[in-house]
């Protein structure tokens, strides 16, 4: 199954002509009128100082000229669409409709083996993060700022009018799962390194960083208990593709993406994208581990990862800057903020607390190292 073709817009709120960079007439009226449409653009992202005057030099560069035809042909179709206020319409039915998707890239559910061969070196790491997680959970070394014993802290999204999931009873965000519980440890998130999970993950950290192409930032232990369901959702866009190495526990676990459904093994890595709808089922005995890590889709270019990077970057640096502002401004005033109104960072952090134990955590005896013979 494969995207590609030109991309196709729908006009969301500006009703400009389409203007590509370089294409009007030589002259400072039309040329102020392209800066200024990019100048919108760069304004969604947050992007301001340095940053905005680099973004401005790689359109003139890479964009505009003729050199940047090819190896930033997909960036320049994005870049046109949201610089005339549409998106790409990309006419999958499961597939998330959003700003962040970049016209042109293949697309299949679950990404066809020979398409990275690479990931027989993320299996080659399995056992080693196996007996690392399983450590983790039988020493009970946690501490620092981590809430559960073992970093594990529960997934939690932002309450919306839509969000279909579970109301909490610590009523912090809302839950993704109607039934079950779903338990993350987070290594990275959003260009955030979370320190002393890392520190206590040496092995794991290793290998993402070097079995693992182009990681998005994006690292994490995704931890399923039995009877648990977690709700169809998308991801957030198509620019980037999920890669699973299954740890532990996948007897009884089943994942279904768009209309394909995946039965994963333990130690068999796999690449799926997860811009199309997904939900999973954990019908097994065990807690279901898996090693989580996103990925650059490997159809984008090298200058077109740093390009799109960058706006990443300054759009999530800014969206911290303006959550920690807003937070010292309400404790200076002694306010107390509804919890339905935090922010993704905010839960994040509040629910690194929420865990005071690893009871949640079922393994069989015979992997369970608190159970082993001393």
Request: glycine fraction near 10%.
């Amino acid at each position: 199954m494969s995207v590609g073709g030109p991309a196709r817009g729908e006009d969301d709120g500006d009703d400009e002509e389409e203007e590509a960079p370089g294409s009007a007439a030589p002259t400072d009226p039309a040329e102020e009128r392209v800066f200024a449409a990019l100048d919108r653009v760069l304004d969604e992202w947050l992007v301001t100082g340095m940053h905005r005057a680099g973004a401005h030099k790689f359109v003139k560069d890479k964009i505009c000229a003729q050199v940047g035809e090819e190896d930033c042909r997909r960036a320049r179709q994005w870049l046109l669409l949201r610089m005339n206020g549409k998106v790409w319409e990309h006419g999958q039915p499961l597939m998330c409709r959003a700003p962040e998707n970049v016209p042109g890239l293949r697309s299949f559910h679950v990404w066809p083996r020979n398409e990275a061969q690479w990931l027989a070196g993320v299996e080659a790491r399995h056992g080693e993060i196996l007996e690392e997680l399983l450590a983790a959970r039988g020493s009970g070394g946690g501490g620092g700022s981590t809430g559960g014993l073992s970093g594990f802290q529960p997934y939690r999204d932002p309450a919306s009018s839509g969000h279909k999931g579970r109301l909490p009873a610590d009523g912090l965000g809302v839950e993704g799962v109607d039934v079950g519980a779903w338990n993350v440890l987070y290594l990275y998130l959003n260009h955030k390194k979370f320190e002393d999970n890392c520190a206590r993950f040496p092995a794991t950290v290793r290998a993402i960083n070097e079995a693992f192409p182009r990681q998005y930032s994006h690292a994490f232990f995704s931890a399923l208990t039995p009877g648990s369901h977690i709700l169809k959702h998308h991801g957030p866009s198509n620019r980037m593709l999920r890669v699973w190495l299954p740890i532990c526990g996948l007897e009884g676990f089943r994942l279904r993406v768009g209309d394909t459904i995946v039965q994963p093994n333990a130690g068999e890595a796999f690449i799926w994208d997860h811009s199309f709808e997904h939900e999973a089922w954990h019908e097994g005995d065990e807690t279901r581990v898996v090693l989580i890590v996103d990925i650059w889709h490997p159809d984008l270019t090298e200058p077109e990862v740093k390009f799109l990077g960058t706006l990443q970057s300054c759009r999530l640096r800014a969206g911290r800057a303006l959550v920690e502002r807003a937070a010292a401004e309400q404790e200076e005033r002694g306010v107390d903020r509804d919890p339905r109104d935090a922010t993704y960072f905010e839960i994040v952090e509040k629910a690194r607390h929420l865990l005071t134990d690893d009871d949640w955590w079922i393994v069989r005896a015979e992997r369970d190292p608190t159970t082993r013979p001393t």
